[in-house]
């Protein structure tokens, strides 16, 4: 069982067309979504069909909560909080109730699904600290748990976790250990903060223990330019060329 694992769309139509198109050509059995599929780029409804009518696995990101309405962006910069509010104004009716009807966290397997953090959506995974509280609510959910995949910081990550303490792992290509824990973060498709303005996605093969992160070159240049005409902020189109 081979399954693709993406986060972090932002309505960046072509970098999802980008990253499906080399799924697609990789013939994995499943595709799972972190969440916010919504906020700072201008095709927002036609990233939410694309992710129902392949009928994908999703859970509730932050962006996706605050244009749904589910909650108010009071903790969000400027930017982002004018994007998502023009992409609350923007989304179809349909859309609005599939975006709120996505559970914010789920377990399938011996995987888990979340956002930010375990039980808190808006929370990042970034240092070392969050790390261990993120390990230690994954311990709490029973010993057949033992990977949590992530987004939220648009950046990908394994953290490893063993005998009480957290390592990080670099390689594109990573053998997960029997003994181990993990939390992995298969980077942004939309929205990139890595200094890598390609779109990110992650390839687990289950049955042989394997991650196997991916970048796609995709049309940055399209993007920007609805951003400009949606009249989005124009710091939003800048930050996809630099991947930052
Ligand atoms: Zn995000």
């Known amino acids: 069982m081979r399954t693709a694992i993406i986060a972090d769309i932002h309505s960046n139509l072509e970098a999802l067309h980008a990253v499906l198109a080399r799924i697609d050509a990789f013939g994995t059995d499943e595709t799972i979504c972190l969440g916010d599929i919504v906020g700072y780029n201008a095709d927002p409804n036609e990233c939410v069909n694309i992710i129902r009518a392949r009928n994908m696995r999703c859970v509730l990101g932050n962006h996706d909560a605050c244009a749904s309405g589910l909650e108010e962006p009071d903790g969000f910069n400027p930017v982002a909080r004018r994007a998502v509010l023009w992409t609350r104004a ?39 600290n969050d790390a261990a509280d993120n390990f230690t609510e994954l311990a ?39 003994k181990k824990r993990y939390l992995i973060n298969p980077g942004s498709v939309g929205q990139p903060r890595d200094s890598d303005p390609r779109a990110s996605l992650l390839v687990y093969d289950a049955d042989n223990h394997r991650l196997t992160f991916n970048r796609v070159e995709y049309d940055v ?24």
């Open 90 to 128: 923007e989304l179809t009716c349909e859309n609005r109730v599939f975006l709120k009807s996505l559970p914010r966290e789920q377990r399938v397997g011996d995987i888990f699904l979340f956002h930010g953090s375990i039980h808190d959506t808006n929370r990042y995974i970034l240092y070392m």
């Open 140 to 178: 709490r959910m029973g010993s057949s748990i033992r990977i949590g995949f992530f987004g939220h910081t648009h950046m990908r990550a394994v953290l490893s976790y063993y005998r009480r303490s957290v390592s990080v792992e670099n390689a594109p290509e990573v053998k997960l250990a029997e």
């Open 221 to 244: 240049h399209a993007c920007q330019d609805k951003i400009i005409r949606a009249g989005l902020p124009s710091e939003l189109a800048e930050r996809l060329a630099s991947g930052i």
